[in-house]
């Protein structure tokens, strides 16, 4: 009976793996709204959080004199004076939020799993987090970026899921976390295709889940009756154990009343793969934008840079996820355009970009000289889709993407740009 009147026995618990800048950001969104909609969600919201030592300085508001510059466990810091003071300083989180220094307790009893860590600590985390974690839970992952090699593409979503044997979804958007941690309205795209053994995909009232009511429109890839599907759209290798029935249905709705609030405005698909290919193909457009700039040529160049940018991130799409991926994730969506155009303005890449050129130097010079060492992930990502095109033989169909790489390897100049890119993307316009 109370299952036929949308009731539950258990309500889902969600805990946020990781605590930078993006994941304390992202923390603070789903904790506002596990309150918020507290009958379908424990208010709790565990963040695991790397532990380290930190020293409040004289001017901190929560400086206490007794513990003078004794350094203090940040975890302490953050459940304390409800501040990540180190990585989001300034923005007060819900007091829901619990930092937590073991990761495996962090997640203990967690229905619902987000990711948000620098994607290189994937497979360590995924290794400590095995045997601890609920074998129905779900994940989302807001880790930007796919990893490409000469052998193929492959999704941080499905890295975690394939070494967790859950299913993952997928956040990205036009987002900096500053910017939503003020409360900055914005939008962002969650890729979700619901496991067809779980109760959000079987027949219940609700009329908002991806399947249900007439007319409702069809936001899943998976029929109802499959084994559930990867991002390529073959039978997935992970064996997944559904969602038991005492759980509220995790489907679309669900999803974004856990995540959507007045200054972030969620938009849900089921296209994972699209939605990840654009969080990493937008750095490559970033830097070609960043390339123009310096150069001196302004809106009009910025402008055709982008837009066969935009023509070759959805050929990319099409061609090597054409089971699954939309046009629309990367004409429509927050995940696609959106997320080119903020990159493009003013974006890391962009940054490093157009100084590299105003300097008269490698962007590898800028990267040793401005990031200390750091790696932009444009440069990483250039590097190895043109790895994987040019072992198909697809350099030229490319142009951008090609015209990008050749330039960081030096064997191009930025202006070789307009006759690399010209012909080519207008024969690829008309070939569409």
């Known amino acids: 009976m109370a299952a036929t009147l949308g009731l539950h026995e258990k309500k889902h618990k969600v805990t946020v793996v990781g605590s930078g800048n993006w994941g304390s950001t992202v923390a603070k969104i789903v904790a506002e709204n596990t309150r918020q909609h507290s009958e379908i969600f424990e208010e709790e919201v565990q963040m695991w959080v790397y532990e380290e030592e930190v020293t409040l300085s004289k ?22 004076y409800h501040e990540n003071v180190k990585y989001l300083p300034g923005i007060a989180l819900p007091t829901n939020v619990v930092a937590n220094p073991s990761l495996q307790d962090a997640v203990k009893n967690s229905s619902i799993l987000i990711f948000n860590l620098p994607h290189q600590f994937i497979g360590n985390v995924c290794k400590q987090l095995q045997g601890h974690i609920l074998p129905f839970a779900r994940g989302i992952s807001c880790i930007k970026g796919v990893n490409v090699s000469e052998e193929g593409v492959s999704l941080f979503s499905e890295w975690i899921g394939d070494g967790l044997g859950i299913y993952v979804g ?30 959000s995909r079987n027949p219940t009232p609700r009329t908002r889940s991806p399947t249900g009511g007439v007319g409702a429109p069809d936001l899943t890839i998976t029929p109802v009756d499959m084994q559930h599907r990867d991002a390529r759209g073959r039978k997935s290798k992970t064996r997944l154990t559904p969602l038991p029935i005492e759980y509220p249905p995790l489907d679309h ?21 699209g939605v990840s290919l654009g969080g990493a193909l937008k750095n490559i457009i970033a830097l070609a934008a960043g390339f123009v700039e310096g150069r001196g040529w302004r809106n009009n160049t910025k402008a055709a840079v982008m837009r066969v940018g935009l023509l070759e991130m959805v050929k990319f799409g099409k061609e090597f996820f054409g089971e699954t991926v939309h046009t629309a994730t990367f004409t429509e ?32 010079e800028i990267e040793k000289s401005e990031l200390n ?60």
């Open 59 to 80: 001017d901190s508001q929560h400086y206490d004199a007794s513990v003078g510059d004794a350094p203090q466990k940040l975890t302490t810091v953050i459940n304390k």
């Open 170 to 199: 997928a956040l990205s958007g036009a987002n900096i976390a500053s910017e939503i941690a003020n409360e900055e309205w914005c939008e962002t795209t969650i890729a979700y295709d619901p496991p067809p053994m779980d109760n």
């Open 253 to 273: 709705q669900t999803l974004k009343e856990l995540f959507d609030r007045p200054y972030f405005s969620v938009s849900m698909v089921s296209d994972v793969a």
């Open 333 to 364: 969506e927050s995940a696609g355009v959106a997320d080119m155009i903020t990159s493009c303005m003013g974006g890391r890449n962009f940054r490093c970009a157009k100084m590299a050129i105003e300097r008269g130097v490698s962007v590898e």
């Open 373 to 432: 060492g750091q790696k932009l992930q444009g440069t990483s990502t250039a590097k190895e889709v043109n790895v994987f095109l040019k072992a198909r033989g697809l350099e030229q169909e490319y142009p951008l993407f090609t015209a990008v790489h050749d330039i960081l390897m030096g064997t191009y100049k930025v202006d070789d740009i307009p006759k690399l890119v010209a012909r080519q993307a207008h024969d690829f316009k008309k070939s569409q």
